[in-house]
């Protein structure tokens, strides 16, 4: 909620409103609701391991690449003629 009241300055007409302050208890009687959250100390299930095939694989390492070199935006406006 503060942050929603930081990032958005017009949000503050709202602080007294009861939403407002619904919001507010929930997030200070349940943990479960800040970053984090629960987890489970034992858990009965494991995620799956899928394996790539060698084309998702090398894709995979172009995006890193990529990513590493700061080339983060997915989107080439070139390529949006065909959408």
Known sequence: ?????????????????????LIRWS???????L???????????????????PEIAGYAAEAYEARMKGQIDDIDPETLGSH
Request: charge should be negative.
């Open 35 to 53: 970053p984090g959250g629960v987890q489970d100390s034992a858990p009965l299930m494991v995620p799956r391991d899928i394996p790539l095939t």
């Open 27 to 33: 997030q200070a009687s349940f943990p479960a609701t």
């Open 1 to 21: 909620m503060d942050h929603i009241l930081w990032s958005q300055p017009a949000a503050a007409l709202l602080t007294g409103a009861p939403v407002v302050q």
